[in-house]
């Protein structure tokens, strides 16, 4: 099944937790701290696959977590780290942020990667806090919470050319003819509701990749019918073959139908618009269809329009094979132009970094936010006094406390840092 769009879970491993310990030997009576540190935690990594043509993997499951890191041991043995998790994706996959919509990275070439929601770092033993002041720490810190959010994937999917119309005009039975592709075909209106790839040979080692974008109708920009589903897969194409039904069986004009759709795409993107275009007018095993294409070459001609245009029947094959050799002439011209991605280069969600603080009023208590802060209160012990007492130390080294003073924060006040609540006090 053919899925484009798709919402998921992401969170990077929980680090380890570091450990106290001391070291416990016979005629060492003052062994010194020797607690190891936990293991970083798994990160969430997107890899293309070209093999893969869908996101229906992730329709059934929507939640996923890297393995979390090992706590640390005594006689200074760390935890091992957490194993990566890494999805796989098609190529052509665009990544967003769903909170914000922000676009995070657009993958696109074969095996490229990308780090979504990074593990936490592991904890750190009380060996490391070793000091000539402090020589036996009896605290340690916990592992930091792993990265984690929604995202949102979409697929536009990677082809040479893209064949685009109306409904009913042909695509599906020329993408059938002309590759191994095998589209359902049948006289009614959206009978393609999902885009069909297939792979053409023109001969020679030419070979391209055509994408059967479902019929557009007037109003696809704003997503009427199918809209902006498909819309988004012609983007990536080179070339734009424009099939048109020459019969005119529909009951509609072939002038009429070759300006609505151009139209269309130039209100979704106007560089489509400027897209290489080659216009197929379909059905010439019909009698009627040499009057409407002699009629179209005249507006064309009337207009200044210089897309080249071939009569051909998808059903009898006339004409089927110029069009191919066109196609594959018109890409070696083009073959020099890369596919424009969505962004012009992808962007690595980044790791925590210390950083400031921000302090502001939530209805009745005073909310600090910063990544470094809250970092150091989600790897707090808080049923360790020690630990607790460093965190204290931390906040006056920060300029914390004077902060909040300066903010308005009184005796009492209830502050809150990541998931944890502290009661202000002067002492």
Known sequence: MFYDTTKIYVKGGDGGNGVVSFRREKYVPEGGPNGGDGGKGGDVILETDPGLRTLVDFRYSRHYKAERGQHGQGKNKHGRNGRDLVLRVPMGTVVKDAETGQVLGDLVEEGQRMVVARGGRGGRGNARFATAKNKAPAFAEKGEPGEERWLELELKLLADVGLVGFPNVGKSTLISRISAAKPKIADYPFTTITPNLGVVSAGEGRSFVVADIPGLIEGAHEGTGLGHQFLRHVERTRLLVHVLDGAQLEGRDIIEDFQVINRELQ???????????????????????????????????????????????????????????????KLEQIE????????????????????????????????????????????????????????????????????????????????????????????
């Not at 071939?310 to 191919?324: F, P, Q, T």
């Open 336 to 427: 020099e132009e890369p596919v424009q991605p969505v962004i012009e280069e992808v962007k690595i969600v980044e790791g925590p970094q210390e950083e400031g603080f921000n302090i502001e009023r939530v209805e009745d208590c005073w909310v600090v936010t910063g990544k470094g802060i809250e970092r150091q209160v989600a790897m707090t012990d808080f049923n360790n006094e020690e630990a607790v007492k460093r965190l204290q130390h931390i906040f006056k080294v920060k300029g914390l406390d004077e902060a909040l003073r300066e903010h308005g924060v009184e005796e009492g006040d209830t502050v809150k840092i990541g998931d944890m609540e502290f009661e202000f006090t002067e002492q």
């Open 267 to 329: 209100y979704y993107n106007p560089e489509l618009a400027k897209r290489e275009q080659i216009v197929a007018v379909n059905k010439a095993d019909l009698p009627q269809t040499e009057e409407h294409y002699r009629r179209f070459q005249e507006y064309l001609a009337d207009q200044g329009i210089e897309f080249p245009v071939v009569k051909i029947s998808a059903v009898s094959g006339e004409g089927v094979d110029i069009l191919v050799n066109l196609i594959a002439d």
